[in-house]
Antibody
């Protein structure tokens, strides 16, 4: 059974730092792109960052570039999000999510795609003084 | 970035009703469109990928259609357990992926 379990959330003051972790199990972690997606209280979903299987490619939403760093440790089946210079607008539940990048259709053709097929339960980050 | 306009933002329908949600992209995204269901206090759940493919284990009353800029998500017969917020999500060759604003579905 695929499981993603986030941890590390909490209350932090503006300008502070926090490191989120996501422990993965039930699948070959090193074979998948992974993402962080957040949801501010009462708001919609916002993709934050993702990382390639071997960590060689990383992408971020503009609002967190230069402040957040995504990383992974395939030996520990773990995904991380280092969050620095936190702002009130970073307050949200942060989910880690597995990305599916392709599948074989009924004819045996490989179809490239991109969707989030498994999500963790989320960890709440509150930025407030 | 590609913007996704989802409508309505909320709706109220009776059990057994047909429910339709639309999502419009700010530019052509082919069929690069997914749909998720999120129940209160829970993580999102994938329902439909690539505009019209039903995820394994998802009831057949859920369906999706469309391509280009206009997409539709349908619940053919609303059930009490379908009370949730539904989100569309586009992907393109480059980040970022973006989500629609969500549609909250309630029982009348």
């Amino acid at each position: 059974e695929v499981q993603l379990v986030e941890s590390g959330g909490g209350l932090v003051q503006p300008g502070g730092s926090l490191r989120l972790s996501c422990a993965a199990s039930g699948f070959t972690f090193s074979s998948y792109w992974m993402s962080w997606v957040r949801q501010a209280p009462g708001k919609g979903l916002e993709w934050v960052a993702n990382i390639k299987q071997d960590g060689s490619e990383k992408y971020y939403v503009d609002s967190v570039k230069g402040r957040f760093t995504i990383s992974r440790d395939n030996a520990k089946n773990s995904l991380y999000l280092q969050m620095n210079s936190l702002r009130a607008e970073d307050t949200a539940v942060y989910y880690c999510a597995r990305e599916c990048r392709g599948y074989y259709d009924s004819s045996g053709y490989y179809i490239t795609t991109r969707y989030f097929d498994y999500w963790g339960q989320g960890t709440l980050v509150t930025v407030s003084s | 970035d590609i913007q996704m306009t989802q409508s309505p933002s909320s709706l109220s329908a009776s059990v057994g009703d047909r429910v339709t949600i639309t999502c419009q992209a700010s530019q052509d995204i082919s069929n690069y469109l997914n749909w998720y269901q999120q129940k209160p206090g829970k993580a999102p759940k994938l329902l439909i990928y690539d505009a019209s493919n039903l995820e394994t284990g998802v009831p057949s009353r859920f369906s999706g259609s469309g391509s280009g800029t206009d997409f539709t998500f349908t619940i053919s017969s609303l059930q009490p357990e379908d009370i949730a917020t539904y989100y569309c999500q586009q992907y393109d060759n480059l980040p970022p992926v973006t989500f629609g604003g969500g549609t909250k579905v309630e029982i009348k």
